[in-house]
């Protein structure tokens, strides 16, 4: 091939169609809602159970009593210690899965499909009978406590945990770390967990995702059979008021003498799930830092080599979640890099996207949401999030042309919206008697040094 | 069995491309692997291997800085590539109406790279690459990990006793004249696999992939690679580092040689490596975590390399107090012990590690990317579907034989953290 014809770039071919795969709603008679999908190319089945049961609404004396309890569901059952329950999962080739967010608990299976009615009848012992051994929680209790120091000693942890407490008033359960403290954890009784699971794990307000290679006309009857006897509902967890620390400017080092590089975390209270921007937010937030082509990384790493990587995040809940830009950078070019990325976000709210960007990024983000689809467990996932979010069911099926519909002037009027300069917290973990200095010179706002917890 | 469908063609320049078809979602995915890595460092040059990949990012001919990552994300697709001991790989997920997109790139930065190399380039990378190595390696805890282990498990003259990353000194040294210097000897049309998997039309695909990579020439046979790559099949003694470091936990790291992927005896080498730590059901879970409470965590894996030997690696992370010699010995013990592995426990692993193979399967980027791997390391793509037999195949006695030869305190490599005395200021070692 000649190289002038190599400098065209090739031209896009026919389109071929992409719809979200068909979802099967249905219900038990105690409230538990059930969704299955028919994915049939692998003989491969993913079981997600959604609770309403989020670390959200747990007291900030009680902090990491979801996520614990959720730990401790290994712990073994009425018919099954913890090493049994082990054994059987690993028998069909399961692994039980427990992830505690602040919205909800999720608990998922993925199994070949031959082994569906055993991987649920086992998630079913898990939440209906679990047994919470006083040896097993108090083991668990230990394993969490451990993970809280090494958090507290990683500097990832260190700067992200600083940077949310910074964000949220006083009192506000978004700015304490999911998993809680040391002194929240402390007192986790196997009664804790028993309470907690009493009071949050209901088939009311809860759903099982069914993803995979199965006839969704037999789920229901399946699902039946192991969860109809389970009982209950309770409150809905309710929104969180996500009220900010401050709305001043300012920087804060946490000191870590000799870091070879800082953390960075840039923001102020975000968004929640909910907000009627979120469309144009994920086309702005794209531009910004969602890309590896956004603003942020062409600046700080394919231009200046001040970092490996950046990202710009609404984490959106069923509150107001964190905004927040993170990076980690040279000692030496800290100030450097945080000048930059001011910059930057400055520039955004101020004069927006371009038309160029805005189209790019709804490009993107329209066609990658097929390839985030490929795989049983990504499909429970987007499933999962809409019983969580209360979305309709048919949410996915527009999700491709409001991405696409979003205007520039929809785009820069939410960079406006959402990002507020005059309220950024700069977090800097690194060595403060290298990084305060030039910090302050850059006038950003008052700058304190916190010592590492 | 599994029965994913892989056609295989050499093209005249002897690059090999795999077509495997797959049409649930309207996605493909461009996998090529360069038959290059580490192991092909020469000394003062490491970590030269993944630096030239991220050059490979940085334009060529006819695709300016950025470009690249630029229509890739614009065409709603993902984008990535990894440096390893034995070979580099590059990947595009695109929807199928960009399969022309991706394979262009791809030829490009194969045959067209050096007219836009640049010492500009070359400088950002090399920075970029020094934060990579600060922020994944040096301002982790524990992060020198493999620095340690590699050193102890391969002899100096072995190409795997330094690292993929490298160090700072020989990143910083890197010329443009290695840059063409590496490229000429390794990025050629016979030491690459290139594979395509999803959704796409078979005929005009084999058009694409001629038009595009057709013509770039073939390059000479690749170099024997340096240093002494062969290696006796144990360590012969127990090595041991102790690491005063900022870390918060105690860890005892154990290594041991193991028999290479392209040995039959891999098999019962992975095999012994699931049953000793893999999941909840695992010896080490059930003895370390459940039972005795000596760990918070542990791990167990078994890196499948080709050059000389593989490696098995375990490691324990203790509790605040935890005594490191305590941790240790109990890791011997259920080392050793592997001895008396069950039928139950070989087929729990085997179900384990199905289900792991085949939720892998579920994406068409890692598809491509194993289908790449077989053809590469065994040249024979098809292997992938008999993977799992050779797993099954492994009894007990197989698993025994192992462990009598290779787990043994001869082929040992111990690296202990401690975390530092809270008043000391520098890491120190003993």
């Known amino acids: 091939m000649s190289g002038s014809s190599r400098s065209v770039v090739p031209r896009a071919g026919p389109v071929r169609n992409f719809d979200f795969p068909t979802v099967h709603a249905e219900a038990l008679d105690n409230g538990l809602q059930i969704r299955s999908v028919q994915v049939g190319r692998l003989p491969l089945v993913t079981t997600m159970l959604v609770l309403d049961a989020g670390e959200g609404l747990v007291d900030n004396s009680r902090a990491g009593l979801a996520v614990l309890t959720g730990d401790c569901l290994e712990g073994g059952t009425a018919k099954r210690t913890g090493a049994e329950l082990a054994e059987a999962l690993e028998t069909i080739g399961a692994g039980l899965s427990v992830g505690t967010g602040w919205d909800s608990t999720t608990v998922s299976l993925s199994c070949m499909a031959e082994r569906l009615d055993d991987a649920m009848g086992l998630l079913a012992e898990v939440i209906l009978q679990p047994a919470f051994p006083g040896d097993e929680v108090e083991r668990i209790r230990g394993q969490r406590l451990a993970a809280i120091r090494q958090r507290e000693m990683d500097p990832v942890g260190i700067a992200t945990d600083a940077s949310r407490r910074l964000t949220y008033a006083e009192g506000v359960p978004y700015g304490r770390p999911l998993g809680g403290t040391a002194e929240s954890v402390g007192p986790f009784t196997p009664d804790s967990a028993a309470e907690f699971v009493a009071g949050r794990y209901f088939p009311t307000g809860s759903g099982l995702v069914v993803v995979g290679d199965v006839d969704t006309g037999h789920v229901r009857s399946l699902v039946e059979t192991h969860f109809g006897e389970w009982t209950g509902g309770a409150e809905r967890q309710g929104e969180i008021e996500a009220e900010p620390r401050t709305r001043e400017r300012g920087i804060v080092v946490v000191d870590r003498p000799d870091a070879v590089q800082s953390e960075i975390r840039i923001g102020h209270v975000g968004q929640a799930r909910s907000t009627t921007q979120y469309f144009a937010l994920r086309v702005f937030n794209t531009v910004l830092g969602g890309a590896f082509t956004s603003r942020l990384n062409l600046n700080l790493r394919e231009k200046h080599g001040f970092i490996y990587g950046v990202r710009s995040r609404f984490l959106v809940r069923r509150g107001a979640g964190p905004w927040c830009v993170s990076t980690a950078v040279g000692t030496e070019v800290t100030a450097n890099a945080v000048n930059e990325a001011l910059s930057e976000i400055t520039t955004m709210v101020e004069g927006g996207p371009t038309q160029e960007e805005v189209e790019a990024a709804r490009d993107y983000l329209a066609g990658v949401f097929p390839l985030e689809l490929e795989t049983t467990g990504q499909i429970a996932s987007r499933i999962a999030e809409l019983l969580v979010y209360d979305l309709p069911d048919d949410y996915y099926g527009a999700y491709r042309d409001r991405i696409r519909s979003v205007t520039l002037d929809e785009a820069s009027e939410a960079a406006r919206r959402c990002i507020r300069p005059d309220e950024m917290t700069v977090v800097v973990g690194g060595d403060a008697k290298e990084v305060s200095g030039p910090l302050e010179e850059l006038g950003w706002g008052p700058l304190t040094v916190e010592a590492t917890p | 069995m599994l029965s994913i469908p892989i056609e295989r063609f050499t093209l005249d320049n002897g690059l090999r491309v795999n077509l495997s078809y797959d049409d649930a979602t309207p996605v493909v995915a461009v996998n090529l692997w360069y038959g290059v890595g580490s192991r092909n460092e020469r000394e003062g040059k490491t970590g030269f291997a993944h630096l030239f990949e991220h050059m490979m990012f940085q334009g060529s001919e ?50 067209w790279i050096l ?132 870390v918060p936990l105690p860890r005892v790291l154990i290594a041991c040689r193991v028999p290479p992927y392209t040995d039959s005896e891999f098999y019962a080498a992975d095999v012994a490596g699931s049953v000793l730590g893999t999941g909840r059901a695992s010896r080490l879970y059930r003895s370390l975590v459940r039972e005795r409470r000596l760990a918070k965590d542990v791990t167990s894996f078994v890196l499948p390399l080709t050059t000389g030997a593989g490696m098995l690696l375990v490691w324990a992370t203790g509790y605040p107090d ?100 809270q008043d000391t200021a520098t890491p120190s070692v003993q």
């Not at chain 2, 697709?77 to 991706?102: C, K």
Request: glycine share 6%; net charge negative; aromatic share 8%.
């Open chain 2, 62 to 111: 006819h695709v300016p800085k950025n470009r690249h990552f630029e229509l890739i994300e614009r065409a709603g697709g993902s984008l990535n590539a990894t440096t390893w001991f034995d070979r580099t790989n590059y990947f595009e997920t695109v929807p199928s109406h960009h399969l022309e997109l991706a394979l262009w790139l791809e030829s490009d930065r194969m045959g």
């Open chain 2, 115 to 246: 007219p836009a190399m640049t010492q500009e380039k070359l400088d950002n990378q090399r920075d970029v690459v020094m934060n990579e190595k600060r922020q994944r390696y040096d301002n982790q805890p524990y992060g020198d990990w493999d620095e340690w282990v590699q050193a102890m498990v391969f002899p100096e003259s072995h190409p795997y006793h330094h690292t993929v990353i490298g160090s700072m000194e020989d990143i910083e040294a890197a010329t443009l004249e290695d840059v063409a210097d590496f490229f000429q000897t390794y990025y050629i049309p016979n030491n690459a696999v290139l594979t395509v998997c999803g959704d796409f039309s078979r005929d005009e695909t084999l058009d694409l992939v001629e038009r595009h990579f057709g013509g770039i020439a073939p390059g000479a046979e690749i170099p024997a690679i340096p240093g002494d790559p062969t290696l006796e099949p144990i360590i012969g003694e127990t090595v041991r580092e102790r690491v005063e470091a900022d």
């Open chain 2, 322 to 421: 935890g005594d490191p010699g305590e941790i240790e010995a109990g890791l011997v013990e259920e080392i050793e012990g592997l001895t008396s592995v069950v039928d139950q426990e070989i087929e729990r692993a085997i179900a384990v590690t199905e289900t792991a193979l085949v939720r892998q399967l579920e994406q068409v980027g890692q598809r491509a990317d194993l289908v790449s791997m077989f053809d590469q390391l065994f040249d024979d793509p098809e292997r992938l579907n008999s993977e799992l037999e050779r797993l099954r195949a492994v009894t007990p006695a197989d698993v025994s034989s192992f462990v009598d030869r290779f787990l043994g305190a001869d082929n040992r490599a111990v690296l202990t953290y401690v975390p530092m005395p």
